[in-house]
């Protein structure tokens, strides 16, 4: 009796088994039969996250079929591919099931030594229903140069400091052991500076460019050169004079409203402590759209004690500014010229709202 009856559970399961596999069969088709269709990018950053939407379907219903095993290699040689014995020679470098729809998004570590074209091979199924699809795609390299100098402006004779750091995109890695140039070009086109070197550990390389006595002024352009990438920065080169006397501007807000009334105060003292007594003023309001666009000024003197109020109404629309959020802002430019015709020029922004309160959230 009990025989009979482990009998007949065996029955019950092989039956249910080809039940199931009949159920299966009719409602997403045979396995062997199955199609893969890859959506994605060919082009991948060394060192990124890749991504590929791998579907799995029965070309009969065009149905998704689910649960389906999904490996990805990477390296896939080239003279193998008719071989299916061997794409397990790359990296694999994914492996997971498509869902119930029959879609799976694999995201894979793209190799940050790798450089050049290689072949993506994505394995889907079991053993003699394997299906091997490959596409090839593109690693490249990226990085970045940010080139600076220890000030905007020199005068003859003074040394420019430069100093260019090299960084790989997108972990921000350093990019050591590189052969890199730097440049220098006068205010008149004429290479006044070269060195060759490499780039430290850190990725960075550096160089000292001594200024003559008599050199030509203006814009003196830097140049980096790394492999394929560059990078340029701009400073000046000219003489100047330090200041004879110092600006002090204060206002009767800290933010304005479009419209509303600017009254601003100008304290102008030799840095000696006298005051620049009848000293001329130029008071300059410009606003700001894609370049600032001059809209009012205002003319007049420094009394005895050096002081100069004024008041001036600002425009009652202005653009805002992305970077501000929203919010705009007004330039003023103040220009004071003293008994000698000596000039001294001071620049302020002057922030603008509509909103006299702003809530900005962080999640």
Known sequence: MRKFEIGIIILMIIFTFIGINQAISSQYGNLARHEVRLIGNNTFLAGSMG????????????????????????????????????????????????????SLNAKFKVPSDNEGTYKLVVVTGYDKNEIITDTEISIVKQ??????????????????????????????????????????????GNKVFKQKGKTSKFGI??????????????????????????????????????????IVFTKDKKFYTPGEILKGDLQVDYFFGKPVSN????????????????????????DKNGHFTFEMKLP????????????????????????????EISKKMIPVSKDALKIQFYP
């Open 51 to 102: 991504a590929y939407r791998v579907i799995t379907f029965d070309p009969a219903s065009n149905k998704g079929i689910p649960g389906i095993a999904v490996k990805i290699y990477l390296n896939y040689s080239e003279k193998n591919k008719n071989d299916q014995n061997n794409y397990r020679s790359g990296i694999e470098v994914f492996s997971g099931r498509t869902d119930k729809t029959g």
């Open 205 to 246: 390389a550096s160089a000292k460019f001594q200024l003559a006595d008599e050199v030509n002024m203006g814009d003196y352009h830097i140049n980096a050169y790394i492999e394929k990438e560059t990078a340029e920065k701009t400073v000046t080169v000219k003489k100047y004079v330090l200041p004879k006397y110092k």
């Open 143 to 188: 990085f970045k140069i940010y080139l600076t100098t220890d000030k905007p402006l020199y005068q003859p004779g003074q040394i420019i400091n430069i100093r260019a750091l090299s960084l790989n995109l997108p972990g921000l890695d350093p990019v050591s052991e590189k052969e890199v140039i730097i440049e220098v070009m006068d205010g008149k």
């Open 279 to 302: 000293g001329k003023v130029l008071v300059k309001l410009s606003t700001f759209d894609f370049e600032f666009k001059q809209v009012a000024e205002i003319k007049g003197n420094t």
């Open 316 to 343: 009652d629309y202005l653009v805002g500014q992305p970077l501000d959020k929203g919010g705009a802002a007004v330039l003023l430019d103040l220009e004071v010229i003293d008994n000698a015709d000596h000039k």
